[in-house]
């Protein structure tokens, strides 16, 4: 009677096999999908006494997804345009809570959840559109009714509970679905489905340290000085962490935000310190950089170099029609004038050049890096909404 509605069900016949039945059962209730067991043990087997017995169940390994399987799942997820998140129970069973949290700000996927998801991902969350399915949020309806070229479903069987209200012309053209079961996969959506096999927290993991786009440690502390540069950042930059953050907008002083990121670095020399900064900046008070050498201040500078005062000369362009004195004839060359004081230094023109560069600043304790990050001169900045 049991044997079809658990994972494994068996009748003690002896005492003395007792102490093997029962470390096999919890083995296989533990392992994979968890799941009930059951086993039977007759009265006068029961009643026999046997030596006490310390369990302890050999549970194998989590089963996870191979790297080839990941980096095509990471390929896909970089390329969506309008990818979406559902979690389903699967989250709860592998307690995946802080890795979907990782997972949806790493790539700014916004995330909703099955009725049986529900709790698996904090519901204040920017990214939460709540619930999906059954009892599900508006949010995630209105989300819905324009197609995603994407949809990341991680531990769902996605009945039909959990999808109702999911038109199908709005089915994604894409599904990246992690369980640890097959069972259900590429079975309720009809689109293209790659499933990454075995426990969600571990897979997901695995995913975000080959994507490995968070180099920074959560807690880095960062200064933006003046200009579009920082703009950029105060629209894009995600801070798990709050009072990560300093931005002068009132003084606003072009170029103090080197000196700070250099006294922040002496006074706490255990955080990891950024300071954004522009060329134009650089230009006013990059010399201290050989401040930072003589002290061993090991701040990591970005500095955005566009060859202009960009947020001078786009705003003057746009509300004056021209702008004057703003663009370098002689641009600086960040990394040649930083290495002259004695910094380690980068120049930057792809995002994987970057990514090196931060990864090695990171590891270089004994004085400042300076990163230079060649930018586009035509990017339109966040500050031209300044009337
Ligand atoms: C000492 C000082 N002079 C002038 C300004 C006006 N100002 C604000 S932002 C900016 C341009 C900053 O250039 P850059 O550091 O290259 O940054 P970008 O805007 O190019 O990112 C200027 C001239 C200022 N804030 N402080
Ligand atoms: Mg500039």
């Known amino acids: 009677m049991f044997d079809p509605v658990t994972k494994f069900s068996a009748r003690v016949d002896r005492a ?92 700014n996927i916004p995330v909703m959840t099955t009725p049986g998801g529900k709790g698996t991902f904090p519901t204040t969350h920017e990214l939460s559109l709540d619930g999906f399915g059954l009892g599900g949020s508006d949010r995630a309806a209105d989300y819905l009714t324009q197609k995603s070229d994407l949809v990341i479903v991680i531990g769902s069987k996605l009945s039909d509970m959990s999808i109702v209200g999911l038109d199908p012309s709005r089915y994604p053209e894409t599904i990246i679905h992690f369980d640890y079961d097959h069972t ?18 571990s897979n997901i993991k695995n995913l975000l340290d080959l994507w490995d786009g968070e180099t920074l440690p959560i807690e880095t502390v960062f200064f933006g000085d003046d200009g579009s540069h920082s703009f950029y950042a105060i629209k894009h ?53 050989s401040t930072a050498v003589d002290l061993g201040a090991a701040t990591l500078f970005v500095i955005f170099n566009n060859g202009r005062l960009d947020m001078v000369d786009k705003g003057m362009s746009k509300n004056v029609g021209k702008a004057e004195g703003t663009r370098f004839k002689q641009e600086l060359d960040v990394q040649k004038f930083s290495e002259a004081m004695g910094a380690n230094a980068y120049k930057c023109w792809t995002l994987e050049e970057l990514k090196t560069a931060i990864k090695d600043g990171l590891n270089h304790h004994d004085g400042p890096t300076v990163i230079e990050v060649m930018v586009d001169q035509e990017e339109i900045p966040p500050t031209l909404q300044r009337g």
């Not at 689109?191 to 927290?201: F, K, N, P, V």
């Not at 801070?239 to 670095?265: E, N, Q, R, W």
């Open 184 to 201: 259900f996969i590429g079975k309720s959506i009809p689109a293209e489905t790659h499933h990454i096999l075995g426990d969600a927290a």
């Open 237 to 289: 930059l995600s801070l798990p962490v709050p009072g990560t953050f300093y931005f002068d907008d009132v003084f606003g002083a072009m170029g103090h935000a080197i000196g700070y990121s250099i006294g922040a670095k002496v006074s706490k020399p255990e955080k990891s310190i950024v300071c954004l900064a522009g060329d134009g900046c650089f230009f006013m008070h990059g010399n201290e950089i």
């Open 16 to 107: 003395e096999s007792f102490q093997n039945y029962f470390t096999h059962a919890i083995e296989k209730a533990l392992h994979g999908v968890k799941g009930p067991v059951h086993l039977s043990i007759p009265m006068d087997v029961l009643l026999e006494e046997i030596e006490p017995f310390v369990l302890q169940p050999k549970i194998a390994p989590h089963m996870v997804a191979t790297k080839e399987v990941l980096h095509h799942a990471l390929s896909s997820i970089q390329d969506a345009k309008r990818p979406v998140m559902i979690l389903g129970k699967g989250v709860h069973a592998s307690q995946a809570y802080e890795e979907v949290i990782q997972f949806a700000e790493a790539f």
